[in-house]
């Protein structure tokens, strides 16, 4: 794919994270710093939480984008080495296979907690 | 005022590794870097391997880490440096050939790859008929950047360019003055290059191309704002411009009433031609 | 467009160090190692929700105090990214950086001048304010 469509795709991420991430932050640093913890964490509350459709959507735009965020970064810092062609190719698409498999193994665990 | 140079010297045929030889000389109030420099090679050690050629900052040669950052000798004057003790290193990210003096083949490469030149679809700049239609606030949007001497000072002080492929900032920099230049035609030939893995994406801003320029050129505008046309070229915001045209021929000239008529022709064709034989 | 001519003598300056913007490209890349190591394995962790007994050994384990800092480190990290970061959108979208213009001497540049440092230490500073304010959090629930 052509970089600047990489780029383009990073700007919707970025601006995903900018909406969610200060919910999520904002969200859990009430929750779980403090007195709080013993039952804003308990097993009985997070399969509560993981079950609630809006926490779920936004939980899922999120780790979206914090993994294609995270992945075409790390694929500028590696590539940015002084590498071979080949190997900039084979990071390039271990960056995508990664990215893809976290994503598919927080989906698919997402799915199973609202399924519990 | 005596000021101690600490030169690195590595001659690749003798020496194993580079080392810092230092010399004590007196300077005066205006004396340059590079005229220190030349006093050194003419007095005290003429080994000393230095490039220069205008000793005013028009030719880009004499780039060189002085105290670490990357300026040019002709322009930095010691006493402004205000400390007693000069670091002079070659440029870095370059390979060294001798001394003070590395090798700018790979740079002048990268430039020639964004084809820093006028391209255009119709027969004109083959055959030029008249000249094109630019107007001035057209012109001055590519005229800093034009200004641009090639001294890789801002190569010099990027910090991604341990990237060998990268493009460097000043080739981004004409990149963006050639495709912003409004009789220019060569946007999507261009666009391959500019756009690749190691192209216009890798800046990440650090800005230190522009601290260094010695000729206000701001190569980090210049990669910002191609940033900024790419995407919104390929957002659909921004249409692809055309050249401008060349300006029409002129026609229903007619003189004013008020202007006098031209005195009779002294020189004739024939006259003309025959003092040109002379 | 006009040719300013500077009332001042304009004197030469030559720089010590290398500007500001080049030290948050370092504090930038090293928060974004940081968080991204962070991240996987945060995710990781929290994906082992589903089995009761996992994750009540999990909670034991992260849940407790001493894990504090740690989180507060995480805070800092990601404040400080993500302001200079916000910068970093806009400047690279074109805001705040200035328009191509004559340079004159002694050449400011206006990619890292005056409207960019300014945005650079307002988003920075509520980065800081919000730092503190979660430092005081952390310091109020230790004790």
Redesign the interface.
């Known amino acids: 794919m052509?970089?600047?469509?990489?780029?383009?795709i990073e700007?919707v991420t970025?601006i995903i994270m900018?909406i969610t991430?200060p919910i999520h932050?904002i969200n859990f640093?009430s929750l779980?710093?403090?007195?709080g913890?013993a039952t804003a964490?308990?097993?009985e509350e997070?399969?509560a939480r993981?079950k609630n459709l809006p926490y779920v959507i936004s939980s899922i735009l999120l780790?979206g984008a914090?993994i294609y965020h995270?992945m075409y970064?790390?694929r500028?810092?590696v590539?940015?080495?002084?590498l071979s062609k080949k190997f900039?190719r084979l990071i390039s698409l271990m960056c995508l296979i990664v990215g893809i498999i976290?994503f598919l193994?927080?989906f698919y665990?997402t799915i199973?907690?609202i399924l519990? | 005022m005596e000021v101690v140079f600490k030169i690195h010297r590595f001659d690749p045929s003798k020496d194993v590794s580079p080392y810092y030889k230092q010399y004590k000389i007196t300077i005066d109030k205006g004396t340059t870097v590079l005229e220190a420099l030349l006093y050194i090679k003419e007095r005290l050690d003429n080994s000393l391997a230095i490039r220069y050629s205008c000793r005013m900052g028009i030719c880009g040669s004499c780039g060189m880490r002085i105290n670490g950052i990357p300026m040019l000798a002709c322009k930095t004057q010691v006493s402004m440096l205000k400390s007693n003790i000069i670091l002079i290193e070659p440029l870095s990210n370059n390979p060294i050939i001798k001394d003070l003096v590395t090798n700018f083949s790979n740079l002048f490469a990268k430039h020639k790859m964004i084809k820093p030149y006028i391209i255009r679809k119709d027969s004109e700049l083959d055959n030029p008929t008249r000249e094109y239609l630019q107007k001035p606030n057209e012109f001055f949007n590519i005229l800093q950047f034009a200004l641009c001497i090639k001294c890789g000072l801002c190569w010099s002080a990027c910090p991604i360019s341990s990237d060998n492929r990268y493009l460097g900032p000043f080739v981004l920099a004409q990149a963006y003055r050639y495709i912003s230049d409004s009789r220019d035609d060569g946007y999507n030939e261009r666009f391959d290059i500019i756009d690749s893995p190691h192209g216009c994406w890798r800046c990440h801003f650090a800005g230190s191309c522009s601290q260094v320029c010695p000729r206000g050129v701001d190569p980090a505008l210049a990669i910002q704002l191609l940033k900024k046309s790419i995407t919104t070229t390929k957002l659909g915001l921004k249409k692809i411009k055309t050249a401008a045209p060349v300006a029409p021929p002129l026609t229903e000239v007619t003189r004013k009433l008020d202007v006098p008529q031209p005195p009779p022709r002294t020189v004739f064709k024939n006259q003309r031609d025959s003092t040109n034989e002379r | 467009m006009s040719i300013t001519e500077t009332k001042k003598h304009a004197v030469a300056s030559y720089p010590k160090r290398y500007n500001l913007e080049r030290y948050m490209f370092f504090i930038q890349r090293a928060t974004g190692i940081f968080l991204v190591s962070y991240f996987y394995i945060h995710i990781f962790i929290y994906n082992q929700r589903i089995d009761a007994a996992l994750w009540a050994s999990i909670k034991t384990a992260f849940g407790n105090p001493t894990m504090y800092p740690m989180s507060f480190i995480f805070v800092t990290a990601i404040m400080i990214h993500g302001a200079n970061g916000l910068r970093l959108i806009l400047t690279q979208l074109g805001f705040f950086i200035g328009k191509p213009k004559l340079p004159v001497y002694p050449y400011p540049p206006s990619s890292i001048g005056k409207a960019e440092r300014v945005i650079l230490f307002i988003l920075i500073s509520v980065a800081i304010i919000l730092i503190i304010v979660a430092l005081g959090e952390f310091l109020f629930f230790i004790r």
């Open positions: 052509r970089e600047s469509t990489l780029w383009i700007l970025l900018i991430l932050l640093s779980i710093i403090g007195p913890y964490m308990s097993y997070v399969i993981a780790l914090i995270s970064r790390v500028f810092m590539s940015e080495l002084p900039e976290a193994y927080s665990m199973v907690a519990v």
